[in-house]
């Protein structure tokens, strides 16, 4: 019995020393190397850019990652909007936030570039409340991302402004972040509509710039500038983005929306594809790596697909100067034009205006009723109001164009 027992312990202390040889912690970067990491996310460079100029060749870089210091959760089966918004719901998403104080504060709309394609992925947009879509000449769409109930500080590629950012900004009454713009017809009309509300590269950390002197290399940070306008004046607190409605049931009617196409030309195009399983629409996006093939598009700092709850396409007027500059009527549209939302796999051909040159955009339905979006955040896409629409399928394909 003593010599059994003697064995017994033996073991015992062997397996209990294995145990603790193979139960090693895992490394954990240091600050210097988690700053180092976040550094990686590059600023500006020129907006123009000749045709002639060769793109530089992808380099691998380290992952940045996102301090979000907000969540949004679902207002449970209800309701809500277009004026009876809680204190703790972002009235642009119909989600409760976890600081109710972030609401204390003007939007921040972001200018992101889609080209050049080493911009791609994206950093930063699955955190906005709501992206805008839009053709900017010479085969090229640009996003304009608006972020409100959550926070992003690396917001990545930023590009320059636009004519129709100023309208947007307008209609959410948020600040505007951007690189560069056209000095003589853009720049103008921006600092007219949004007095001391811009801010462009360089006062970082609102909007930084590394120094490679390349157009995918400007980053912002959305509570950084916040603060900035707070700092100046500019931002004075929570403004009236009342108008939106929102439900989580899905209305009656709708045609069956599993897929939508919108295609600005025959290379720069996206599908959104309806998933079952999260009820948010995943985007698609052209790869001319590979041979224009579709990919998903995911979000720099999540690695995951981009995946929003309302996908909107929105005709309107767009007027087209040059090749290069455009512009597009949001804030006056006052007596609605079309606009086809989905949501929850079902298509619905609503109409859209601007019934306040200053509060967001509204969305109604046949009998003249506001719309509901599903709550979460809302991807919309602008196109001419002499775009074609084909559908076959549940398959819904927008083609871009210009009168």
Known sequence: MKKSSFLVAVLLIVVISLGACVNLPAPTLTNAQQTAVYQTLTAIASENIPSQTPLPSPTNTPEPTNTATATQTPVLNTSIGPDNF???????????????????????????????????????????????????????NRFAALYYGQDCNAVNPIRSVRRVDGQIARLYQSVLAYSGGNGENVLPLIFELLPNRTMAEGLCPGVCDDGHGWVTTVYGDSAALTNYFKSTGADTGREDLTGMLFDETAPTGGEAGQSAWVKYTDYTMSEWVYDEESGKYLRWTEDPTQGYIMIPLVDKLTGEQLAFSNVIVLNTYVTEYTTVLHDMTLRDNTDGQNATIFRDGKAYQVTWKATNPDKPLQFFDKQGNLFPLKPGNSWMALIGITSNLSVENSEWVFSFSIP
């Open 86 to 140: 809680p204190e703790d719901v972002d009235p642009l998403t119909g989600l409760k936030v976890e600081d109710p104080a972030l609401l204390d504060r003007r939007p921040v709309l972001i200018k992101v570039s889609n080209f050049p394609v080493e911009g791609r992925p994206h950093s930063g947009l699955s955190y906005a409340d709501i992206v805008f879509e839009y053709y900017i000449g010479a085969g090229s």
